[in-house]
T-cell receptor, first 113, second 108 residues
């Protein structure tokens, strides 16, 4: 049982490049989400999904796209990377409802130069 | 707009002290409140609270929720240096949002 798997763990991008952060879970969780974490800012919600085919914006969605074509996968796309997107990104998932078992991936440290 | 506010943002105490961390919230369609501990990696789960007035306890850590006054507290008694971490509070509604966290540093 792998839980929540995020790849890559580290990435360096040049300004203007695009990339996709991958997130997969094998727990049949309906709810999946992406956060970014910057010093002193806690975890800020970027996008979330309550099931396949359904996505919604969180607190800081600009510059990021998501899709949810399957229950298992929830990729995060940076269309044109900017230095302001340098951050640590976490994916998390849970069953719908109370957030019981809300599980995090190990994180992706992204640097945009 | 949903909001989760943690206080204090930073706290330094000596080993053996007792600390109380606060989390207040304003959300629509509240379902639960979650507490996490974060050291250098991903957050690790501590407690999930859904009902007012029922204390959850795990060793030296305990937490309680007040749904009328819209807040929760996390208590840590007899603190140890291994308790040094960022403590995060999250509220579950139709989405899950976090506060900025409390950075706790325990001096030996």
């Amino acid at each position: 049982n792998a839980g929540v798997t995020q790849t890559p763990k580290f990435q360096v991008l040049k300004t203007g490049q695009s990339m996709t952060l991958q997130c997969a879970q094998d727990m049949n969780h309906e709810y999946m989400s992406w956060y970014r974490q910057d010093p002193g800012m806690g975890l800020r919600l970027i996008h979330y999904s309550v099931g396949a085919g359904i996505t919604d914006q969180g607190e800081v969605p600009n510059g990021y796209n998501v899709s949810r074509s399957t229950t298992e996968d929830f990729p995060l796309r940076l269309l044109s990377a900017a230095p302001s997107q340098t951050s640590v990104y976490f994916c998390a998932s849970s069953l719908l409802g109370t957030g019981n078992g809300y599980t995090f991936g190990s994180g992706t440290r992204l640097t945009v130069v | 707009e949903d909001k989760v506010v943690q206080s204090p943002l930073s706290l330094v105490v000596h080993e053996g002290d007792t600390v109380t961390l606060n989390c207040s919230y304003e959300v629509t369609n509240f379902r639960s409140l979650l507490w996490y501990k974060q050291e250098k990696k991903a957050p690790t789960f501590l407690f999930m609270l859904t009902s007012s007035g029922i204390e959850k306890k795990s060793g030296r850590l305990s937490s309680i929720l007040d749904k009328k006054e819209l807040f929760s507290i996390l208590n840590i008694t007899a603190t140890q240096t291994g308790d040094s971490a960022v403590y995060l509070c999250a509220v579950v509604s139709d989405k899950i949002i976090f506060g900025k966290g409390t950075r706790l540093h325990i001096l030996p």
